[in-house]
């Protein structure tokens, strides 16, 4: 990762190098991408929301995060509530901060850019907790949050539009860090 920086930066001058990264790194199709490109642009205008990327030498965007403190009104928000209540957790909804987008170019995955990417990102946070969604499926993705301290709150959580169900997992900050030594 010696050649690879992650850093706060204003994401919206960068939507699509940062949409382009999701593309490949979630394999999304071009009218996936075009809806997305305004769903970004509108988060980042919501108070507190925030981003960091992964940024090569030269300036090439390889990875990004960005999240906010979670709003019940949320269009998110109320998806997973009736989840999350369901299951008794519906309180992961207040004074907690969202994961909304977390992605690495497959080229760059498994250098620990994403653990860098989160960590960075909800160490900024005034929240006690962050919560995100992921694809509720073992993926490498499940178990980086899991190793950070993030457990299932709900599963097979139905995004409308999404063909596969979502999980909801949700963690106290700050995140587990692994020792130095397991890192390699």
């Known amino acids: 990762m010696d050649d690879v920086v992650v850093q706060p ?9 940062a949409l382009a ?7 999304l199709t071009e009218d996936e991408v075009a809806v997305r490109r305004h769903i970004v642009l509108r ?3 919501n108070p507190g929301a925030r981003a960091y990327a992964a940024l090569t030498p030269t300036g090439r965007l390889v990875g990004f995060v960005y999240g906010m ?12 509530e009736p989840y999350l209540r369901a299951g008794g957790a519906d309180r992961w909804l ?8 977390l992605h690495v170019h497959p080229a760059f995955q498994g250098r620990g850019l994403g653990r860098t990417l989160i960590t960075a990102i909800t160490d900024t946070a005034d929240q006690p907790r962050s919560i995100l969604s992921a694809i509720d499926t073992e993926s490498p993705a499940r178990r980086l949050y899991r190793s950070l301290g993030y457990t299932d709150l709900a ?3 139905h995004f409308p539009s999404a063909g596969r169900p ?14 130095e030594a397991a890192r390699n």
């Open 43 to 45: 988060h980042l205008h």
């Open 155 to 157: 599963r097979r959580v």
């Open 166 to 179: 979502y999980a909801v997992m949700g963690a106290d900050l700050p995140l587990l860090r692994r020792p």
């Open 21 to 27: 990264v999701q593309a490949l790194a979630f394999g």
């Open 94 to 101: 207040d004074d907690v901060f969202v994961i909304t987008e």
């Open 9 to 17: 930066v204003d994401l919206t001058p960068r939507v699509d190098d």
């Open 69 to 80: 403190p979670n709003d019940r009104a949320h269009w998110w928000s109320t998806v997973v």
